[in-house]
């Protein structure tokens, strides 16, 4: 038996921690390790976790492990795979991280057009094992981004999801260990109200360790994108806004203008420069496709066309999304319309002469798939919203501060055009623990339905260190 701490009557510590050791077969790092540090820091640098207890799990047993010990010593239990939004406590406290990126198998299975993959998994691994078989997943627009932090949010891609829909909504089974340390298998007929809940509002409910969804056969896509100078933005925006009203489903396209940083990797036109990027996802062979981006070429002089036909594989090369880890700050907006009022106060608070010190504002056309409830339905609160920008900064210390600030005016300067709804994944960890937020997102009912689905889940909010619904 273990001995217990006298005061708390929880199992000590230090012996609790060597049982952990025991049962673990990743890594079970304190701050005192030399790999703590590194275990602990994700795709964005602003928010480096400094957890009492860090779990490195390599498999199923280890994530069991790791809530049934954050349990016995009241911990509340954060997960991280990629770490693009992981929401965490400021500084040092008494909870506990799983880290799951060694959890990265994948595998494939063609006659059912299906993926299984770990907790781990990126969308690269999926993307290029999915290929050899003549398969596409509803990939996101970053080859790095996390399978299931995606998936469980909803998941908006920039090739398929206006003909497709959610990568949530081809999500056919997930296994996930629950708040008790229990492995539970959950599907459409084994729990529908929780297959429900899991899907839209992330990790609320537990650690999901494997997930089934569908594939499609796609293998190449007409797609890329149009640099344009950043002074020619509301005459491009015009042209882009009229040729939305011509596109069929089958294409999915998104604007953004940003200051690109002096990095060696891009090409020397862009480098340290302020261009719009138009994107464009078509899944139509190049002589289509040609035809289709017309007259957005012919919308003011092209600094670079990286349009061209693709193989799926190259999903990535649509928005060109940034890989480094780097210190980021961003927002969401949801938008009922992107009028020309919208495209007019869009111009102003990003253009040369608004002091604008954000790297990227974009907006995604949504629409389409989208708009529709797939036949499982799922807590996915956005579907009718026709547009979201994103926007982001990248800066540390003092120099995050303006561009915070930065943010919440672009946030307040769209805010007549914005909507009740948003994308969960576009979400800042700073929205993660207000509950008027929360509410607002996925709005009254689906939230309290969420909270009835948490109480019976996890009435302890063990898993509260999330964009969190609270169990009521
Ligand atoms: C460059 C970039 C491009 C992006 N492009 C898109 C896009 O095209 N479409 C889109 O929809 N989103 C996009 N996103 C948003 C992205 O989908 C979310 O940030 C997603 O949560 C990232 O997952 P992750 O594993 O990378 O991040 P993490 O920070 O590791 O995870 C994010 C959150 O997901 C939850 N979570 C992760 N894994 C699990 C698990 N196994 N069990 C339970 N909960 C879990 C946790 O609550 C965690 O806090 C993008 C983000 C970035 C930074």
Redesign the pocket.
């Known amino acids: 038996m273990n001995p217990s701490d006298s005061t708390t009557g929880r199992p000590d510590r230090s012996h609790a921690l060597s049982a952990l050791r025991n049962a673990v077969s990743g890594a079970v790092l304190t701050p005192d390790d030399p790999s703590y540090e590194a275990e602990c820091t ?2 964005n640098l602003l928010h480096v976790a400094r957890p009492a207890v860090v779990v490195g799990a390599v498999a199923v047993e280890d994530v069991v492990a790791a809530v049934r010990f954050a349990r016995s010593q009241d911990m509340p239990v ?10 965490l406590p400021e500084g040092p406290g008494e909870w506990l991280l799983i880290t ?1 990126g060694r959890m990265d198998d994948v595998r494939v299975d063609p006659h059912a057009r299906t993926a299984t993959v770990g ?1 781990g998994a ?1 969308w690269r691994k999926v993307v290029d094992a999915s290929a050899k078989h003549g398969l596409a997943p509803l990939a ?3 080859p790095g ?2 399978v ?3 998936t ?7 090739l398929l999801s206006r003909s497709h829909g959610y990568a949530a909504d081809h999500v056919r089974r997930m296994d996930m260990v629950t708040a008790d340390g229990e492995v539970l298998r959950v599907t459409p007929q084994s729990d529908p109200e929780l297959f429900w809940a899991m899907l839209g509002c ?2 609320n409910f ?4 494997s997930m089934e969804f569908s594939l499609f056969p796609v293998t190449r896509f007409y797609g890329g994108g149009l640099y344009f100078r950043g002074e020619d933005t509301a005459q491009v925006l015009a042209v882009w806004r009229q040729w939305l009203t011509t596109l069929d489903e089958d294409t999915t396209t998104s604007v953004a203008v940003q200051r690109l940083p002096e990095a060696p990797d891009l090409p020397d036109v862009l480098r340290g420069s302020f261009v719009l990027h138009v994107r464009v996802g078509h899944q139509g062979p190049a002589s289509r496709g040609e035809v289709l981006v017309a007259p957005l070429r012919r919308a003011a002089v092209c600094l670079l066309d990286t349009l061209a036909e693709r193989p799926v594989t190259e999903v990535g090369e649509i ?1 060109v ?2 890989v480094r880890p780097a210190p ?1 700050s961003g927002t969401s907006v949801g938008l009922r319309e992107f009028s020309a009022a919208t495209a007019e106060a869009f111009t102003a608070l990003t253009d040369a002469d608004s002091g604008c010190p954000l790297a990227s504002v974009e907006i995604r056309a949504l629409g389409g798939a989208l708009d529709r409830q797939p036949p499982v339905p799922n807590a996915v609160p956005s579907r009718g919203l026709p547009f979201v920008s994103f926007a982001f900064g990248v800066a540390e210390g003092e120099r995050a501060e303006p561009v915070q600030k930065y943010l919440a005016a672009y946030a307040e300067g769209m805010s007549p055009w914005a909507d009740r709804r948003d ?1 969960v ?2 979400l800042s960890p700073e929205s993660a623990f207000d509950e008027a937020e929360m509410r607002r997102v996925f709005g009254e009912e689906r939230y309290t339905r969420l909270a009835a689905v948490k109480r019976r889940l996890d009435p302890g909010n063990v898993f509260r ?3 969190n619904v609270l169990p009521g």
């Open positions: 994700g795709h954060a997960v991280r795979n990629a770490g693009h939004q992981t929401v799951t907790a990126r996101g627009s970053a981004v996390g299931l932090g995606y469980l949010g909803g998941g908006i891609g920039p992330k990790g537990g650690v999901v360790v928005h999304d940034p980021v994308i994944n576009f260190l999330n964009h």
